[in-house]
C-alpha cells in the first residue's frame, strides 16, 4: 500500500508536468507556435505603480480615530483625525499577461503598519475598484486602484509603514 | 487517467472517516491522492504572478502649536549722518545687531536689540515648515519689514513636551529722511508639518 502511495504520488507530478507544458522541448519542431505578442500561459506579471499614502494626519487628541482613502480616490477621516494630507495618494497596480484572460486578485484585507519605536496601527477594509476578478484587455492589460482604512487609537503619532503583498493569477 | 481517477476516489473515501494511529499506508495513499488533486486543480489556472510587495505609509502627527515668546526689538536707533539712505539694520536670528554700514556715524544703535521667538509643540522629531512674510512697520511714516526666519526646524526629541523655540530676526532699511517715532508691525508666523 506504501508502495501504492508512492506511484500514485509520482502519476500525479507526471500528469500535472505534461499538461503546464506548451510543447515538446525534445522534438525537432515545436508542437505548438506560440504568439511573440501573447503567448499562450504566459506569465501574468505586476507592477505597483503607486504605493498607498495616508500622508500625514494630524489628530485632535488620544481618542481613536480612522482615515479612508477609497479607490475612487475619495478620502475621508473621522474621530480623532483632524484632516488627511494633500498628498494623500491611492494605491495603483498595473497587470500584464494574457489578453482576454480573466485573473483573480489577491491582496489582504488587513495588515499592521509599523512605526520605528514599535508601535503599530491597523490598515483594514483593503479594497479594489475591480474587486477579486478582473478580464484583461486585448492588449493583456489591465489597471487597478486600491485603498483602505487606517484606524488609531490613543497616543500613537509617528511615521508608519506596511507592506502590502499583492498577486495575480490567472483563473 | 483513469488510474488517476482511481486515486482520486481512494481518497475521497479516506476522508469520509476518522483515521487512527494504525493505519499509516492509507494514510500515505491518501497523501498521494491530495498532491493530486491540488496539482490538477492549479494545472488549467496557469500562471501566477509572483506576490509584490505594495507599501501603506502614514504620518501622524500631534495638533502643533505654536506660541510667542518674545517680540523683535531694534532698540533705539539715532539718525547720525546728515545725508545718507539705503543703510540697513538688522538682527540675526541669533539676536546680533547690524547698525548699518558704518555704525557711529550714518546711525547709532543702543538699547538691548532681540530677535523675536517663538515656541513649537508638537510631535517629536517632527518636521516644520517656518513661513513669515514681510510687513510693514507703521509709525510716524513707514517702514518695510524683511523677515530672517528659519524655513524648516525639528522639534527634537522634546518637540512634545518641552517644545522647540526658534527665532526670527529681520531688517529694515533706512535713510536721514526717515521720520523719527517709534514704528510697530505685526509678525504673521505660519507653521505646519512638512
Keep these: 500500500m506504501a508502495r501504492l502511495g508512492f506511484l500514485a504520488l509520482a502519476a500525479c507530478v507526471t500528469f500535472g508536468a505534461s499538461a503546464a507544458s506548451g510543447q515538446c522541448r525534445l522534438c525537432d519542431l515545436p508542437s505548438i507556435a506560440p504568439s511573440p505578442a501573447a503567448p499562450p500561459n504566459a506569465d501574468v506579471q505586476l507592477q505597483v505603480e503607486t504605493n498607498l499614502s495616508f500622508d500625514r494626519m494630524i489628530l485632535t487628541g488620544p481618542g481613536s480615530g480612522a482615515a479612508t482613502i477609497r ?32 485573473v483573480r486578485i489577491a491582496l ?33 492589460n489591465m489597471s487597478f486602484r486600491f485603498g483602505g482604512r487606517l484606524i488609531l487609537s490613543g497616543d500613537c503619532d509617528g511615521p508608519y509603514r506596511g507592506d502590502l503583498p499583492i498577486s495575480v493569477e490567472y483563473q | 487517467m483513469l488510474f488517476v481517477n482511481s486515486v482520486m476516489t481512494i481518497r475521497a473515501g479516506r476522508l469520509a472517516r476518522t483515521w487512527t494511529s494504525g493505519e499509516n499506508m492509507k494514510t500515505h495513499l491518501g497523501i498521494g491522492g491530495a498532491c493530486l488533486l491540488s496539482v490538477m486543480a492549479a494545472s488549467p489556472a496557469g ?7 505594495a507599501t501603506a505609509t502614514a504620518k501622524i502627527y500631534k495638533p502643533l502649536t505654536i506660541a510667542s515668546v518674545q517680540n523683535l526689538n531694534f532698540g533705539t536707533i539715532v539718525l547720525t549722518g546728515a545725508t545718507f539712505s539705503g543703510e540697513v539694520v538688522s538682527i540675526s536670528q541669533a539676536g546680533a545687531l547690524t547698525c548699518g554700514s558704518n555704525p557711529g556715524v550714518l546711525l547709532t544703535c543702543s538699547g538691548s536689540a532681540q530677535a523675536a521667538q517663538y515656541k513649537l509643540v508638537g510631535t517629536n522629531n517632527a518636521t516644520v515648515t517656518i513661513t513669515c512674510p514681510g510687513f510693514n512697520l507703521t509709525g510716524p511714516g513707514t517702514l518695510a519689514f524683511t523677515p530672517n526666519a528659519p524655513a524648516t526646524v525639528n522639534l527634537g526629541a522634546t518637540g512634545a513636551t518641552t517644545g522647540y523655540t526658534f527665532s526670527i530676526g529681520g531688517s529694515i532699511t533706512l535713510a536721514s529722511t526717515t521720520p523719527d517715532g517709534v514704528y510697530t508691525g505685526t509678525f504673521q508666523v505660519t507653521a505646519d508639518y512638512q
Design chain 1, 71 to 102: 479607490p475612487d480616490g475619495s478620502s475621508g477621516t473621522e474621530g480623532s483625525i483632524m484632516e488627511l494630507g494633500p498628498r494623500a495618494t491611492v494605491g495603483t497596480v498595473v497587470v500584464h499577461g494574457e489578453p482576454n484572460r480573466t
Design chain 1, 108 to 140: 489582504p484585507r488587513r495588515i499592521e503598519l509599523f512605526s520605528v519605536g514599535g508601535g503599530h496601527i491597523t490598515l483594514d477594509d483593503v479594497i479594489t475598484d475591480v474587486g477579486a476578478i478582473a478580464r484583461l484587455d486585448t492588449a493583456g
Design chain 2, 47 to 53: 500562471a501566477v504572478s509572483p506576490a509584490t510587495q
